[in-house]
């Protein structure tokens, strides 16, 4: 099994900038850089969407059309972290962001392991 904990949501406002992290732990050891890692994210009332992935290499970066040019992901296989740089952060960001790990290299959908999430909140 694999554990992943978020981190870094909060309370920001129109315009500013968040650095979510993710934190993986448990089946890990020297595997960290095998599992694609996602960031998704969960408005109320919608549904959960994919936001950004990034390969076991960090070679290959995904975005939706919708952070392309304002959020940046990337990750650190030594610290078996993955981040997510949030700038011209908007109202229409505020979700609860949620990042997840796929050891069969899923990026898009259908990832093995889930964090609990981290709200972002971004007030106008």
């Known amino acids: 099994q694999v554990q992943l904990v978020e981190s870094g949501g909060g309370l920001v406002q129109a315009g500013g900038s968040l650095r979510l992290s993710c934190a993986a732990s448990?089946?890990?050891?020297?595997?960290?850089?095998?599992?694609?890692m996602g960031w998704f994210r969960q408005a109320p009332g919608k549904e959960r969407e994919f936001v950004s992935a990034i390969s076991g290499s960090g070679g290959s970066k995904y975005y939706a059309d919708s952070v392309k040019g304002r959020f940046t992901i990337s990750r650190d296989n030594g610290l078996n972290t993955v981040y997510l740089q949030m700038d011209s952060l908007g109202p229409e960001d505020t979700a609860v962001y949620y990042c997840?790990?796929?050891?069969?290299?899923?990026?898009?959908?259908?990832?093995?392991?889930w964090g609990p999430g981290t709200q972002v909140t971004v007030s106008s």
């Open positions: 448990g089946r890990t050891f020297n595997t960290f850089g095998r599992y694609v």
């Open positions: 997840a790990a796929d050891g069969a290299g899923m990026v898009f959908d259908g990832y093995d392991y």
